[in-house]
């Protein structure tokens, strides 16, 4: 099943979508209030007594509740609103971690930051986060107009060619939160999902010791990294420490650790890799990666169990 199909827009896990979830309820709020109103008035003018009427149609009623009550209203919820999430341009504070995203036609290029910016990691389509701090998101886009969106740790923002917006993130406890493109992007844009992965915080110390230790033999030179380069793969993709240095498709550097396959449509195992591998245009019409139906199921085997062991 699609890890992305079920996304719990009311159901917060940090302070960020605390203060959105909020407001939202107060606009349902509101609005079901008006349109009680509206029903109320349409009672009146359908079945009421000729006297009601009257004062339905009266200029006393049509000021008050076509122009003073809106005013009224509207600027209250204006002045609570942005009372209500000013947290969302808040500053971070200084030394908060930092991660550029970048959305590409279709998935999600991630890379952590030092403090001065540089990346000292990449991956893709996963973003993995301490628990009770926030993370400051640098979001760019390489070709169009992407919105990134986790529901229960932010609002939603766009991703604009030549331009790099901030969004703050907060996780309050551990968990693994679904993300999605929200702004139409062309072809399989709603297969574009993401996941953000939270840790507590001494686990997520160990799993970045982890993703930073020397790598294996079998990640390295396993029977499949001459076929990865034999058959082009090495010209799209990255994987740290070998010859493969490939930047037009996502980094294999940590993909047998992923939890899924393009983008959140499938989950991350040998058999999914070599369904991938050998027909993603079946899975994910549109896609940039070609299908290599020109492989044998050995070798497809082969290329499947090179890549599962980069961890």
Partial sequence: MNVQS????????????????????????MAAGVFAIVLAALWIALFGSARLKARLG???????????????????????????????????????????????????RVAY?????????????ELHIPTGQPVLLELESNDVIHSFWVPRLSGKL???PGRRNRLPIQADRPGVYAGQCAEYCGGPHALMGFVVVAHAPADF?????????????????????????QSGCAACHRIAGTAANGAAGPDLTHVGSRRSLGAGILSNNKGTMIGWIGDSQSI????????????????????????DAQK
Avoid: C, H
Avoid at 206 to 229: E, K, N, Q, T
């Fill in 6 to 29: 079920i996304i719990p827009v009311f159901d917060p896990a940090g302070p960020y979508a605390g203060s959105i979830t909020t407001l939202s309820w107060v606009l349902i709020a």
């Fill in 58 to 108: 009266g200029p006393v009623l049509v000021w008050a509740g076509g122009i003073v009550f809106p005013v009224v209203v509207l600027t209250l919820l204006l002045v609570y609103g942005l009372s209500l999430t000013r947290n969302l341009t808040a500053p971070v504070p200084e030394g908060a971690m930092r991660v550029r995203i970048t959305g590409e036609m279709w998935w999600w």
């Fill in 113 to 125: 930051l030092d403090r001065q910016g540089r990346a000292t990691m990449t991956d893709a389509n």
């Fill in 158 to 160: 766009d991703m604009v």
């Fill in 205 to 229: 110390a160990a799993f970045m010791a982890a993703r930073r230790a020397p790598r294996s033999a079998a990640a390295r030179d396993g029977a499949g990294a001459a076929l990865f380069r």
């Fill in 284 to 307: 994910k019409p549109g896609n940039r990666m070609p299908s290599y139906k020109m492989l044998s199921a050995q070798q497809l085997d082969r290329l499947a169990t090179y890549l």
